[in-house]
Nanobody, 121 residues
Framework: QVQLVESGGGLVQPGGSLRLSCAAS????????MGWYRQAPGRQRDLVAE???????TYTDSVKGRFTISRDNAKNTVYLQMNSLKPEDTAVYYC???????????????WGKGTLVTVSS
């Protein structure tokens, strides 16, 4: 029903920057919130940043001041600008959204397939 497609991952040196993008698509799409999660090897998937309708963005403590989440409602796209990257930021980053469609007019949660970010010299 709803598809989320991430892009922008890759290899970057410590202190460098990357911008991730996630585009959502679906018939009669209405998105309540969009966010980014990440999962490092041997760890659980954790919230990185999220933006919800009518609220200010939220961030996990470890990325505050370095990452910025933004959303283009007209394009149903969310971005994650990542600056001053550290090796511990290495993970697969997943896009997430709470949304509804005309065929399923109740709130559902959706995941993208992820994009790998590697921070290494």
């Amino acid at each position: 029903q709803v598809q989320l497609v991430e892009s922008g991952g890759g290899l970057v040196q410590p202190g460098g920057s990357l911008r991730l993008s996630c585009a959502a698509s679906g018939g009669g799409l209405s998105i309540y919130s969009m966010g980014w999660y990440r999962q490092a090897p041997g760890r659980q998937r954790d919230l990185v940043a999220e933006v919800t309708n009518g609220a200010r963005p939220t961030y996990t403590d470890s990325v505050k001041g370095r990452f910025t989440i933004s959303r283009d409602n007209a394009k149903n796209t969310v971005y994650l600008q990542m600056n001053s990257l550290k090796p511990e930021d290495t993970a697969v980053y997943y896009c997430n959204a709470d949304a509804q469609t005309h065929t399923r007019p109740i709130s559902m949660n959706y995941w993208g397939k992820g994009t790998l970010v590697t921070v290494s010299s």
